[in-house]
């Protein structure tokens, strides 16, 4: 189990120096042995790491009988891989110098506290936590410790979006104006179950899998689509606001250069109302690349390869911020066109789009540079696993440290926290050094959560 004392982060935990890594610097050798914690469908990405010099997957672990030696069957390819159920005697007994987290967002927290407080460098999935205050833990926690960190927003590790930033952030287009990113879905709310239909006695790994929410009854919904529900995740769907939107919102910030901030003013546009995400139609073509919006070709990208192509209905409304440079983000966007997965930047001289893997530009010459680096080479994550295991190297901050991390999860949790609150018109003030409203305190009380008795989060001393 992973509960821990409310102390427990008061004071490093004991592990050998061979795990820690020549006490904290480079790892005992130039293989990195990874520990995965969490064997559903999303760990599944680290074969896209095959190619990566020193990336070696050696242990997993998951809460669920069964679930981790499922996983070491198909992904190990006949090596002998450690299978456990807990964390602890995993990093203990296999001599691990990391570990990959891809655990349920609810849980993520806890399982990165007790990874660091072990010495462990650690990748973590995105969205990287549950709330605000989770992620400033987290931040806590990496400095205290010392910890590499890499949060899975792999876009940041992809060579033409770095480019394409970079001509944002360097003043290609002039100052920065606009820039217009999706509407994402936020997550429903669950009603079918409560505390009070539980049955005693309930089977130990629900229990740990329910980690910090509400005990209820299992249910294949709850278990199998938990980054649908409120109390789970922010919306961790195909153009979810967790799910897509740490991408974009992410991809807002490297463009912006706003990797330490954020904004100053949230606005709610409109009621919160389950809306179709577009109409889906076909969309008139200019060589193969969809209209855009301002019915300008050059502006458009084509679908990205993981749009989904089928109406979603779900809880959206427009959101607009303001940040302290002037530059106005509106979250408007359907996901039947534009960049799913970026956003369009309006300047004085022009406009950039990037979305994943993908660029344009109004007018064309922009993007068309000799130093391009063009599409990728590699699968897309190869890159991102790349630069964390060679961090752990050198000791460096990775691309998509966890104070990024922070910062882009933060958008997605400032826009679910305007819907939730529903004062439509009204302008929230925010201290993105604070991390605080500055006029709205419901806000303030939502940027965290009572935990489940026993599963509080540990304070960082």
């Given at each position: 189990m992973l509960q821990l004392s409310g102390a427990a982060l008061a004071t490093p935990y004991f592990v050998p120096s061979a795990v820690l890594g020549r006490d904290g610097n480079a790892p005992p050798s130039e293989t990195v042995r990874v520990g995965v914690v969490g064997c559903g469908g999303r760990a599944r990405f680290i074969r896209q790491g095959a190619d990566v010099k020193g990336f070696r997957v050696v242990a997993a672990c998951d809460c669920e009988p069964g679930r981790a030696e499922a996983f070491v069957a198909d992904m190990s390819g006949g090596a002998k891989w450690g299978v456990y159920n807990d964390l602890r005697p995993m990093i203990e007994k296999e001599n691990l110098d990391a570990v990959m987290l891809m655990t349920t967002t609810h849980a993520r927290t806890r399982v990165t506290l007790v990874a660091m407080q072990m010495g462990m460098d650690v990748y973590i999935e995105k969205p990287m936590c549950l709330t605000i205050a989770e992620g ?326």
């Amino acid at each position: 189990m992973l509960q821990l004392s409310g102390a427990a982060l008061a004071t490093p935990y004991f592990v050998p120096s061979a795990v820690l890594g020549r006490d904290g610097n480079a790892p005992p050798s130039e293989t990195v042995r990874v520990g995965v914690v969490g064997c559903g469908g999303r760990a599944r990405f680290i074969r896209q790491g095959a190619d990566v010099k020193g990336f070696r997957v050696v242990a997993a672990c998951d809460c669920e009988p069964g679930r981790a030696e499922a996983f070491v069957a198909d992904m190990s390819g006949g090596a002998k891989w450690g299978v456990y159920n807990d964390l602890r005697p995993m990093i203990e007994k296999e001599n691990l110098d990391a570990v990959m987290l891809m655990t349920t967002t609810h849980a993520r927290t806890r399982v990165t506290l007790v990874a660091m407080q072990m010495g462990m460098d650690v990748y973590i999935e995105k969205p990287m936590c549950l709330t605000i205050a989770e992620g400033r833990m987290q931040v806590r926690a990496a400095r205290k410790f010392g910890r590499v960190t890499q949060v899975g927003s792999q876009q940041r590790s992809m060579p033409i979006n770095n480019w394409a930033s970079d001509l944002v952030k360097n003043g290609a287009i002039g100052k920065i104006r606009v820039v217009e990113a999706p509407n994402f879905v936020g997550p429903f709310r669950w009603t079918k179950t409560s505390s009070a239909d539980v049955k005693e006695p309930v089977e130990p790994w629900w229990d740990e899998w329910t980690d910090q929410v509400e005990l209820r009854p299992y249910d294949r919904d709850l278990h199998r689509g938990w980054a649908r529900w409120w109390d789970y995740d922010g919306g961790g769907l195909v153009f979810g606001v967790t799910g897509w939107g740490t991408h974009s919102y992410d991809q807002i910030n490297r463009g912006l250069g706003t990797d330490d901030t954020g904004p100053v003013e949230i606005l709610l546009e409109e009621a919160v109302a389950h809306r179709d995400t577009g109409r889906f139609e076909p969309r008139e073509t200019v060589g193969g690349v969809i209209v855009g919006e301002t019915g300008d070709a050059d502006t458009g990208t084509r679908y990205h390869d993981m749009v989904a192509r089928r109406k979603l209905v779900g809880p959206r409304a427009k959101v607009r911020m303001r940040f302290a440079s002037g530059t106005e983000l509106r979250l408007h966007l359907d996901g039947d066109r534009g960049p799913g997965l970026g956003a369009v930047f309006t300047g004085e001289n022009g406009k950039i789009e990037i979305n994943r893997n993908r660029v344009a530009s109004n007018p064309r010459g922009l993007v068309r540079g000799s130093d391009n680096p063009g599409p990728n080479q590699r699968p897309e994550s190869a890159y991102h696993i790349e630069d964390w295991i060679e961090c752990i190297k050198t000791r460096r901050r990775c691309t998509a440290d966890v104070e990024i991390g922070q910062r882009s999860t933060t958008l997605c949790y400032l826009v679910n926290i305007a819907r939730d609150m529903g004062r439509v018109g009204e302008v929230l003030r925010w201290d993105p050094a604070a991390e605080r409203f500055t006029n709205c305190d419901e806000g303030n009380a939502l940027l965290s959560r009572a935990q489940r008795e026993g599963w509080e989060l540990p304070p960082i001393a």
